[in-house]
């Protein structure tokens, strides 16, 4: 677990380099950060404003079982997401915090409502309790 957050449980969520293993989902979120650095990429607030939502539905329809659980999907459909963090780093260095605190409550208002979703689902607990036991629940 040096890298990944993942307990041994979970390790089906994670790539495995050089007995490292590294989370799938951070891995888009970096390579997004990185393209967006090198790249210099500039995306249009209608368009930076969907970037987290393949992320968190990824999520949902892969946890709700609708769709295979498959870590290439993980990390592409993340990507977009490192896109829209590093706009929020950008707020930071540029001291813009209302649209720091802007972006970064738009996130959380995503999370809240998939937790709901997966709540109402039966969805939720059991995933709290396989991260926090790090044992594997079918």
């Not at 649209?99 to 738009?106: A, D, E, I, N």
Request: include cysteine.
């Amino acid at each position: 677990m040096l890298i990944s957050h993942h307990p041994p449980s979970q390790y089906c969520r994670t790539y495995k380099i050089f007995e490292l293993r590294f989370c799938a989902r951070c891995s888009g979120i970096i390579v997004g950060i990185l393209l967006s650095f090198v790249l210099n990429l500039n995306f249009s607030w209608e368009l930076l404003i969907l970037f987290p939502l393949p992320t968190f539905i990824n999520f949902l329809i892969q946890e709700l079982k609708w769709i295979k659980s498959l870590n290439y999907l993980k990390t592409l459909f993340t990507i977009p997401l490192g896109f829209y963090i590093y706009k929020m780093l950008e707020c930071i260095i540029n001291l813009d915090f209302i649209l720091f605190l802007t972006m970064f409550l738009y996130v959380l208002i995503i999370e809240f409502v998939i937790a709901i979703i997966l709540n109402q689902n039966k969805k939720l607990e059991p995933l709290i309790k396989e991260y926090e036991n790090g044992i594997y629940i079918d």
